[in-house]
């Protein structure tokens, strides 16, 4: 009988955070990606990319390592260390959380999977320089009546109600990075790549989206950043006192350029369409 090999899933007891570079030392240029769905090739060409256009920060809107193999993650750490970049990523709905959330959390909020890659747990909130970032991880997986509990899917993949007004109540902030995208925006697209799914299953996305939607509400963001959908576009998310400026990024498989873009620190969380409340908080130049 042949025996399947199996691929080394990735051990986080043994990493330490990085002795010179730290992801939340302010980057003159940071690159946004988004899913590589534990794409090894994939990923390690799209951390080249980001080097080439200077960016010291890659900061990854989620379904990142699903299994989080030891080849995936110490391919993606050696592309990082030649390029003096580091990794944080939000987690995605395809992530294997009973893996992720068994590795401690680090006294600066991190999760360190490798020296230069680590994890930004839901509601983590740090400063570049002037801006304020928030990390919102999560998404509802629509194919879950396909997959298998604990092999294939995790429940974890969703964010909580409790979760969600925790992070609301920690008011505003500039640029949130997320993997879900909030309701009340129509991804070009998303209709006819969702035309198979049954009808619980969409109206149960539709529900985490609203969650999402409530955080962004109380924080009104200049800039959101999100995965999950696959498709590249902007537009405007108008709320009641606000409006947010909407990126949307692709996946492996297509053209780097569609999965990832390169911003200056000053547009991460700025953007000239962006209407916010001034007074609630200083504003990034």
Known sequence: MTKTKVAAVAS????????VQSFFTPPARIAIAGDWHADTDYGVAAIEHAAK????????LGDFGYNFTDRYLDALDAALSRHAMVLGFVDGNHENFDRLLAAPVAADGLRYLRERVVHLPRGLRWRWGQTGCLAVGGAYSIDRFLRTPHKSWWPQETMTKRQARVIAAAGPTDAMF???????????????????????????????????????????????????????YRTLLHGEDYCTVIDGLGKNGGTIDNNMVVVNLPDVGFHRFAVVADHHRPRSA
């Open 12 to 19: 986080f007891a043994d990493t330490r955070p990085p002795p």
């Open 178 to 232: 997320c993997h879900d995208c909030p309701s009340g925006v129509e991804v070009p697209g998303a209709a006819f790549d969702r035309f198979y799914c049954p009808a619980d299953e969409l109206r149960r996305s539709e529900q985490h989206r609203t969650l999402l939607r409530t955080i962004v509400d109380a924080v009104q963001p200049a800039r959101l950043w999100h995965g999950h959908f696959h498709h590249r």
């Open 53 to 60: 256009r200077d960016a010291t920060v890659l900061l990854h």
